[in-house]
């Protein structure tokens, strides 16, 4: 009896041992093991070569009158969408219009017949090239053909009459290049754009012969997803059916269940909004799909649709925090939000006004080979450096050189890692496993995303270009972008820091940082263009003391932009290049300028007067 006492002392001891030696055990035992068999889950996947339309097959059989795809007012099962990517694969096969490995490109906006029209090109053997509905003229152009419009057949699909003027301004180009066009409205417009919906209608939903897709191994290509591009042209990031896979298991590591809605308002042609609508084919679950994000209707939607998941990305989340207060706020079911880019003060807003939702925050790259998770209930970390994930993802952080905008490299010419606490060039080894298929027809590109001989000869590494750095737990937490950061007076001053603080202004509701040069000074000096509440000014003397009592001189934005609302790319990623080449001239810019007066100890109206004595080092910056 006593023996069995001390026994049960001695346990309870240890087990709060361990639990103080190694706080974050259990989480990481549990998502260890929930990743081993997603792991498992996806090799037998692959060595049977199994895709994501034999695993959507295998629902409809299961569950054929389960809802699959809510929009607007109305309910698709998955039976339904079966019949519906059928008839529409069979007006694709139509006249041999396209053949077996062609790639489709879709310029198509959120909306049931995206993914109808997806799984109708999976189902016969094609690939798909999801162009951005953002894009236009030039752009447009370039993304339609490095995704190979030389040698294969390609088409267009578009409703929206907005896209119809895209399409129509390239139209006579596609036509020269013998590109076939559909429109999915209901009435054809110009000449030399053909109507899908009624072809489609007149066609057979039965099944279609597996053997039309007997050729696809799990190398083919799947699709075609487009970087932003927040510089220059995007870029087509080659996503297989291998990668497929991790992007369509987000859902599943996350832990949604079978019973779960998940409310897709990102758009379908991002990473993001594919793994939303693939991960629902995986785990048979409901999407409850928005055309495009609106911050007001969100949470009726989420409660129109009984929403248990959403997806966020970038601003999304700010933009909630940003709508007035409504006294129905937390009635809904939302348990988790998985998304990237959320900062911590619009984390803690987001669930005192909300309530209780896990947040879980992703890090990867659509075109990258490393996805990290956080799974910790750490604030601001981005996921958790755990032995599994080293072993079978192995990735580093290397001491990067900003001036030279490369790493830096020992006296044998291997990379450095950069101690803990530090932060330093996340680089993720390339294997196997871990592919990166690069970006298609754009070898320069590619070749410029790996870096070769990064811990032994031989290694080659896939370049995040993001500053990362682990803390002495091994959580792990972005620091910056390479290229979000500008040197000023020898300082390295990161924008996304410097936005933090300005955006702790309560009527502040958005904040680009970025640096701008000034002719006769090294470096560039911070500008940070904002966007203000409805109904409030610019307070020129509070928002100087705020900045003064956040941050060093050095990294205070000296000039202020005021516009109305911030120009965002298709993923509300902010657009700073635009933004730098403007500068500060009141007399080309139309908004509001403001001028940091350090002797005032306010901003003040920016006039060709101050810029004039800024640019003759009348006014010392
Ligand atoms: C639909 O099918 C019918 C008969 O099968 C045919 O007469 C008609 O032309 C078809 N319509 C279209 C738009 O293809
Ligand atoms: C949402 O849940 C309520 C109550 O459980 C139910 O009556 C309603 O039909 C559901 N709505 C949808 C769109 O599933
Ligand atoms: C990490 O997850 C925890 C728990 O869900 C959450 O409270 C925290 O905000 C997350 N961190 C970020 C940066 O999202
Ligand atoms: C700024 O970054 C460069 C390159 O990484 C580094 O050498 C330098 O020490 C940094 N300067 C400061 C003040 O941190």
């Known amino acids: 009896m006593v023996l069995n006492m001390i026994l049960w002392v001695i346990l309870a001891a240890f087990a709060i041992c361990i639990f103080f030696r190694f706080p974050y055990l259990y989480q990481d035992v549990k998502y260890i093991v929930r990743n081993l068999r997603i792991r498992r889950r996806v090799s037998h996947y692959i060595q049977n070569n199994y895709t994501i339309v034999d695993c959507f097959l295998e629902r409809v059989k299961k569950q054929p009158n389960k809802p699959f795809l ?46 109808w029209l997806w799984l109708a090109v999976f189902k016969i053997g094609c690939s798909a090239a999801l162009l951005n509905t953002n894009i236009r003229s030039k752009s447009l152009l370039h993304c339609f053909k490095c995704s190979g419009a030389q040698v294969l057949l390609f088409f267009f699909f578009f409703k929206s009459p907005d896209l119809e003027g895209a399409v129509e301004e390239v139209l006579p ?43 696809l191994n799990m190398h083919s290509l799947a699709c075609y997803v487009y ?16 990668k497929l896979w991790r992007f369509v298991m987000i859902l599943r590591s996350c832990g949604l269940k ?34 495009k994000f609106s911050s007001s209707q969100f949470w009726d939607d989420c409660r129109k649709y009984n929403v248990t998941a959403i ?38 807003d ?24 956080n799974y910790s209930g750490k604030i601001g970390a981005v996921g958790r450096d755990n032995f599994l994930h080293k072993w079978s993802f192995p990735f580093a952080l290397i001491k990067y050189d900003v001036e030279q905008g490369k790493p830096l490299r020992d006296s044998t010419g291997l990379c450095i890692q950069v101690p803990k ?47 990362m750095l682990i803390d002495k737990d091994g959580f792990v937490y972005f620091h910056d972008r390479i290229g979000d950061t500008f040197r000023w007076k020898g300082e390295n001053v990161s924008t996304n820091e410097v936005a933090d603080v300005i955006t702790q202004v309560d009527y502040i509701t958005e904040a680009t940082v970025y640096g701008v040069e000034v002719p006769g000074n090294e470096g560039r000096i911070g500008m940070a263009a904002i966007a203000l509440k409805d109904g409030h000014t610019f307070d020129s003397e509070g928002v100087f003391k705020h900045l003064e009592s956040f941050l060093p001189a050095y990294a205070r934005p000296r000039f202020i932009r005021i516009q109305s609302s911030l120009d965002v790319t298709g ?11 403007e500068g500060f001239n009141p007399s080309a810019i139309p908004d509001p300028l403001y001028f940091l007066d350090d002797r005032e100890k306010k901003f003040v109206p920016l006039t060709m007067d101050i810029v004039h004595a800024v640019l003759s080092g009348k006014i010392k910056i």
Not at 227 to 242: D, E, L, Q
Not at 315 to 329: A, S
Not at 571 to 581: D, S
């Open 173 to 215: 180009e596609l036509l020269e290049r013998q590109v076939t066009v559909f429109s999915l409205g209901s009435k054809q417009t110009s000449s030399g754009i053909h109507g899908f919906i009624d072809k489609m209608r007149n066609m057979s939903s039965e099944p279609l012969a597996e053997d039309l897709r007997s050729h």
């Open 350 to 373: 987001f669930l005192n006004r909300f309530g209780n939702i896990q947040i879980l925050e992703l890090y990867g790259a659509t075109e990258g080979n490393i996805i990290l998770m």
């Open 571 to 581: 993923t509300f990623k902010l657009m700073k290049a635009g933004l730098v080449k």
């Open 258 to 291: 079978s019973d779960d809605v998940l409310y897709v308002s990102l758009p379908l042609y991002h990473s993001a909004g594919l793994a939303g609508v693939t991960g629902a084919i995986d785990l048979g679950i409901t999407v409850a799909l928005k055309r």
């Open 70 to 115: 809510l929009f607007k007012d109305e309910t698709f099962t998955y039976q339904d969408a079966d019949r519906l990517s059928n008839q529409a694969a069979r007006a694709l096969l139509q006249n041999g219009l396209v053949k077996q490995g062609d790639t489709v490109t879709f310029f198509v906006t959120n909306e049931p017949m995206f993914v």
């Open 227 to 242: 970087t932003s591009g927040t510089t220059g042209f995007p870029k087509a990031a080659v996503i297989s059916h291998t």
């Open 421 to 467: 606490g530090e932060p330093g060039l996340l680089v993720a080894e390339i294997s196997v496993r871990a592919p990166f298929l690069g970006y298609a027809r754009d070898l320069q590109q590619t070749e410029k995303k790996k870096l070769h001989d990064v811990l032994k000869k031989g290694d080659v590494f896939f370049n995040t270009g993001d500053l």
């Open 311 to 348: 997806q966020y990305i970038g601003e999304i989340m700010r933009f909630l925090c940003n709508t007035p207060k409504k006294p129905n706020d937390r009635s809904h079911k939302v348990r988790i939000a998985i998304g990237n880019g959320i900062r911590a003060n619009v984390w803690r």
